[in-house]
T-cell receptor, first 113, second 115 residues
């Protein structure tokens, strides 16, 4: 089975802190995604990577950056956390191609105080 | 992506089948029909997908209408663990814009399973 793991299930940070969210997949997938999910707003794409060191902005990249130095690892960085970044963060991976199924991690619930 | 329409909620008894409908009247010839579900406090989970023929896997079956304007996800014997929000979406296999690789879920169908 595909396994996507995220570094933390729950995280509490203070405004202005730098936050790192790590995601690792073990199935050699080319594509990796970072989404956030908020009640009433559904799933929104933050960043997408289709290969090592390659990234594309999603719908809401402001306030976030990403890093993909190795194929299996995709990191999301909040340079200076703000309260409006309190959310559920979901990492996903998929094989190359646009219509392949995406496999999600368990999510990280981030609270910024 | 073309739009899909699903009922807001459905209820089922444990160990009974559940049939979840999805309408997608504007589906194009290159759209795959995908189903995901999301259990409470968990990330979404891929369930099944198909193009034209009916599909079966260990989790569910997908029945696709001959004109492809609708489909039905079938959970053969519902368990309490199947209580989740189920999302039906269309995925075009001819996407050329990176941003369209994303998944976009609608409201989905909330399935409640009674013990």
């Amino acid at each position: 089975d595909v396994k996507v793991t995220q570094s933390s299930r729950y995280l509490v940070k203070r405004t202005g802190e730098k936050v790192f969210l790590e995601c690792v997949q073990d199935m050699d997938h080319e594509n990796m995604f970072w989404y956030r999910q908020d009640p009433g707003l559904g799933l929104r794409l933050i960043y997408f990577s289709y290969d090592v060191k390659m990234k594309e902005k999603g719908d809401i990249p402001e306030g976030y950056s990403v890093s993909r130095e190795k194929k299996e690892r995709f990191s999301l960085i909040l340079e200076s956390a703000s309260t409006n970044q309190t959310s559920m963060y979901l990492c996903a991976s998929s094989l190359g191609g646009s219509y392949n199924e995406q496999f999600f991690g368990p999510g990280t619930r981030l609270t910024v105080l | 992506d073309a739009k899909t329409t699903q009922p807001n909620s459905m209820e089922s008894n444990e160990e009974e089948p559940v049939h979840l409908p999805c309408n997608h009247s504007t589906i194009s010839g290159t759209d795959y029909i995908h189903w995901y579900r999301q259990l409470p406090s968990q990330g979404p989970e891929y369930v099944i997908h198909g193009l034209t023929s009916n599909v079966n896997n260990r989790m569910a079956s997908l029945a696709i209408a001959e004109d492809r304007k609708s489909s039905t996800l079938i959970l053969h014997r519902a368990t309490l663990r199947d209580a989740a929000v189920y999302y039906c979406i269309l995925r075009d296999c001819l996407i050329f814009i990176w941003s369209d690789y994303k998944l976009s879920f609608g409201a989905g169908t909330t399935v409640t399973v009674r013990a």
